[in-house]
C-alpha cells in the first residue's frame, strides 16, 4: 500500500538528503521486485519517454501480476502523477500491522476510505506471498485460535527465538496460485498472520469469510472492485507531481 496515496512514493530509495519508505519497519525484507519495475518503466521509456507514471505501472504490474498467477483481471483508471518526496513515517504508522485485532484492521481501512468488505476482500491477497517469522511467531505459539498440526508445521522453521527471517507462505496450499484458499484456510484456523485469523473469529467478517471460501468467483469479483478503489487513494493528477524517468530518483 502507498502511503502518501496512489503517487509511487515507495519506489523511490533512500539518499544521502532523503528517506524514503524501502526501509519502513513493514516494507523492510518485505516489499520487493522493485527490479521489475525498473526494467518495464525502462522499456515504456524507450518507447514513449515521459508519458506513463510510475504510479500507473506500479498498479497495472500489480493487475498483471494477480492475472498472471489465475486471479482476476480489471480496468485499472490511469493517469496518476509521481510524487516528489516519500514519507517513512506515514509507511511505519499508516501500514496494518500484522499483529492487529479486527477493530484495528477496520479503522486503518476506514481511514484511506475503505470498507470492511474491502478489508476482507483485499486480505485475499494474501493467498499468494511469504511472511517472515517474526511475524507470524505470536501466532503459532501463543494464539489458541489456531489447528494444532499447522501450528506445529510453522513452529518447525520458526522456532521461539532464532530464525527471524525465515519463511513461511501465507497460503500452505498453493502459495503461487491466486484463488480462494487463503479463505478456506482461515474457515480451517489456519490463518498464518494474527490479523489474518482476526477476520474469521467470532465476529463481524465471518460471513463474508465463510462466503468467499465457498465462492471463489464471488472473492475474484470482490477483489477487483477493492483494488480498483485502493488505487484511487490521494492519487496525484493533472498537473501535480511529475512523471518520473527513473523510478527511484526524483527528476
Excluded at 76 to 91: E, H, N, W
Aim: proline share 4%; charged share 20%; net charge neutral.
Amino acid at each position: 500500500m502507498l502511503m502518501q496515496g496512489c503517487d509511487g512514493s515507495i519506489l523511490l530509495d533512500d539518499t544521502a538528503t532523503f528517506t524514503g519508505e524501502k526501509n519502513a519497519v513493514p516494507n523492510q525484507n518485505s516489499a520487493r521486485g522493485f527490479e521489475v519495475i525498473d526494467t518495464i518503466k525502462t522499456n515504456v521509456e524507450a518507447a514513449c519517454s515521459a508519458t506513463v507514471s510510475c504510479a500507473d505501472i506500479l498498479a497495472l504490474a500489480a493487475r498483471d501480476g494477480v492475472a498472471l498467477l489465475g486471479g482476476p483481471t480489471w480496468q485499472v483508471p490511469l493517469g496518476r502523477r509521481d510524487a516528489r518526496t516519500a514519507s517513512q513515517s506515514a509507511a511505519n504508522n499508516q501500514i496494518p500491522s500484522p499483529f492487529a485485532n479486527l477493530a484495528t484492521l477496520t479503522s486503518s481501512f476506514a481511514a484511506k476510505g475503505l470498507s470492511t468488505r474491502d478489508l476482507t476482500a483485499l486480505s485475499g491477497g494474501h493467498t499468494i506471498g511469504l511472511a517472515r517469522c517474526t511475524t507470524f511467531r505470536g501466532r503459532i505459539y501463543n494464539d489458541t485460535n489456531i489447528d494444532a498440526n499447522f501450528a506445529a508445521t510453522r513452529r518447525a522453521n520458526c522456532p521461539a527465538s532464532g530464525g527471524d527471517n525465515n519463511l513461511a507462505p501465507l497460503d500452505i496450499q498453493t502459495p503461487t496460485r491466486f484463488n480462494n484458499d487463503y479463505f478456506r484456510n482461515l474457515v480451517a484456523r489456519r490463518g498464518l498472520l494474527h490479523s489474518d485469523q482476526e477476520l474469521f473469529n467470532g465476529g463481524s467478517q465471518d460471513a463474508l469469510v465463510r462466503t468467499y471460501s465457498n465462492n471463489p468467483a464471488t472473492f475474484s469479483a470482490d477483489f477487483a472492485a477493492a483494488m480498483v478503489r485502493m488505487g484511487n487513494i490521494s492519487p496525484l493528477t493533472g498537473t501535480q507531481g511529475e512523471i518520473r524517468r527513473n523510478c527511484r530518483v526524483v527528476n
